[in-house]
């Protein structure tokens, strides 16, 4: 049998895991996914956040290996943020009103 810490992140057979969360929070996945969509959820999840600290390691490695970015740097990111959390937001209210699924890069509610 592998050491599990020798597998690859989507490598292995599925394990159970318990994991406490405020019941608002498992009571909106399951309203989005449904109960049989609830595992992938998570995985999908606890995968974005495995991405964004390895996204964040690597920016503070290349910010001491060539200093901070410059505040023009800065406002730039800071608009496309901006720019992308106004998307968001029209897509949402979009969904709201029933017209469409918008561009689709948020997770679908299960069938």
Do not use: N
């Amino acid at each position: 049998m592998e050491d599990p810490e020798q597998l690859g992140k989507d490598e292995g057979p599925a394990q159970k895991v318990s994991v406490s969360m405020p019941a608002g929070r498992i009571a909106a996945v399951k309203a989005r996914v449904g109960a049989r969509g609830f595992s992938a959820y998570v995985s999908a999840a606890v995968e974005r956040q495995i991405q964004r600290d390895l996204l964040e390691e690597l920016l503070q490695e290349k910010e001491a290996e060539i200093g901070p970015p410059t505040p023009e740097v800065q406002e730039w990111a800071a608009e496309i943020f901006r720019e992308a959390e106004s998307m968001a937001a029209h897509e949402q209210a979009a969904r709201s009103q029933g017209e469409g699924d918008g561009p689709g890069w948020h997770a679908h509610k299960a069938s």
